[in-house]
């Protein structure tokens, strides 16, 4: 039986009781429903079970994909080392055989003053955000903001 037919099979049991004039069960109900509840806990430790492996495997993932990143940007930096190196020794000068060219082409590249305040502002671009940690402190200090709210959420927990 599957976990959401579990609550209606309950339910079920409970509706179809029969009861006699001085409001006692006729039949014993009780081992019928300590079966659900036994099958509902079964099944509930069956979804923990595959959620903890589930996590455990995501986690061993992203440690990975972090191994890898941290790989990729070290073999980045040396590839840029090694094109400054070549370029400091081979300065428009061609080479080439039957498994690379290396050759020269002109960029224009943009270099800007650190300094903000001198740049005009049709020149800027800025990010708008909404700053949630300010606005939490607000609420929690009994702010009234009408635009926002803070909402409980109650979060599943397997160890």
Do not use: H
């Amino acid at each position: 039986m599957k976990l959401y037919e579990i609550s209606s099979a309950l339910e079920e049991i409970v509706n179809n009781a029969v009861f006699d004039e001085n409001g006692e069960l006729l039949e014993d109900i009780s081992e019928k429903l300590n079966a659900l509840k036994n099958e509902k806990s079964e099944r509930v430790l069956d979804l923990a079970r595959y959620i903890k492996n589930a996590t455990s495997d995501y986690e061993a993932i992203s440690a990975e994909i972090k191994n890898l990143s941290e790989r990729r940007a070290r073999i980045g930096k040396k590839i840029e080392s090694v094109k400054k190196y070549l370029s400091a020794f081979a300065m428009n000068e061609k080479f080439s055989d039957s498994s690379c060219d290396v050759s020269w082409r002109k960029s224009n590249k943009i270099i800007v003053d650190e300094d903000l305040e001198k740049i005009p502002e049709e020149f800027l671009r800025i990010k708008k955000e909404a700053n949630k940690v300010l606005i939490k402190k607000a609420i929690d200090e009994g702010a009234v903001i009408t635009w926002a709210k803070s909402v409980q959420e109650t979060n599943l927990v397997i160890k």
